[in-house]
């Protein structure tokens, strides 16, 4: 679970710094420092016992605000690329994060 976290915190702090570069946006480059560097953070929470439970649910909360927002993104402009591809990726990480908190945290 952690690998899956960490290599989407360095997507969109890639993402970010190549939206600024293509785009001359710091927004983007902001945006996905910030939220590239917390999610790193929170992967990092997760190779360790002790934060493990606080870790993923902040993990979850990071990226249901990035679903939500390049969700938004794509619905405004219909184009796939890059708001589309994120917005399907971000999911997917949902669905995994919500699938071993169920599997493996809530009680049974």
């Known amino acids: 679970m952690p690998y899956i976290v960490s290599i989407y915190g360095i997507l969109i702090l890639i993402g970010g710094i190549i939206g600024h570069a293509k785009?001359?946006?710091n927004a983007s480059l902001i945006m996905g420092s910030v939220f590239g560097v917390l999610l790193l953070?929170?992967?990092?929470g997760m190779f360790s016992k002790k934060y493990?439970?606080?870790?993923?649910?902040?993990?979850?909360v990071l990226t249901f605000i990035l679903?939500?927002?390049f969700s938004y993104r794509?619905?405004?402009s219909l184009k796939f690329m890059p708001s589309g591809l994120l917005a399907l990726l971000s999911l997917g990480v949902i669905i995994s994060?919500?699938?071993?908190?169920?599997?493996h945290i809530l009680p049974k």
Request: net charge positive; proline share 0%; glycine share 4%.
């Open 97 to 103: 994060l919500v699938s071993h908190v169920r599997r």
């Open 23 to 25: 785009a001359g946006s």
């Open 41 to 44: 953070i929170a992967a990092a």
């Open 52 to 60: 493990f439970v606080q870790s993923i649910y902040f993990a979850l």
């Open 74 to 76: 794509y619905m405004n």
């Open 67 to 69: 679903d939500a927002f």
